[in-house]
């Protein structure tokens, strides 16, 4: 069971770029895949969630309205959509999940911690 995340890079503020996490080696699918994001000297912190049951996702407040997140079932795959990124976006995102189901809706606003399947992590730089 593998979290594979890519995508990150350099980007100036105002702008948009896109991080994928692709999923591999669940035998029955995976129950929701969560977006994290740790910056130099601050704590981890959720961004967004995206429940695989139904589809429904779920923002922090401090990227709602620019963050975007989706999943292509065929790849495995879940993307973040970032717009109208600011200097304050720039960490390490990380995409998280679990074997057993959680709920996005807490997840989103919490460090982590109770989820045990972890990709690699894609920095993310926001710099003009």
């Known amino acids: 069971v593998q979290l594979q995340a890519s995508g990150g890079g350099l980007v100036q503020p105002g702008g948009s770029l896109r991080v994928s996490c692709q999923a591999s080696?669940?035998?029955?699918?995976?129950?929701?895949i969560a977006w994290f994001r740790q910056a130099p000297g601050k704590e981890r912190e959720g961004v967004a969630c995206i429940q695989t049951s139904d589809g429904n996702t779920y923002y922090a407040d401090s990227v709602k309205g620019r963050f975007a997140v989706s999943r292509d079932d065929a790849k495995n795959t879940v993307y973040l959509q970032m717009n109208n990124l600011k200097p304050e976006d720039t960490a390490v995102y990380y995409c998280?999940?679990?074997?057993?189901?959680?709920?996005?809706?807490?997840?989103?606003?919490?460090?982590?911690?109770?989820?045990?399947?972890w990709g690699q992590g894609t920095l993310v730089t926001v710099s003009s």
């Open positions: 998280a999940t679990d074997e057993v189901p959680f709920p996005c809706v807490v997840v989103v606003n919490s460090k982590g911690t109770g989820l045990d399947l």
């Open positions: 080696g669940f035998r029955h699918g995976y129950y929701g």
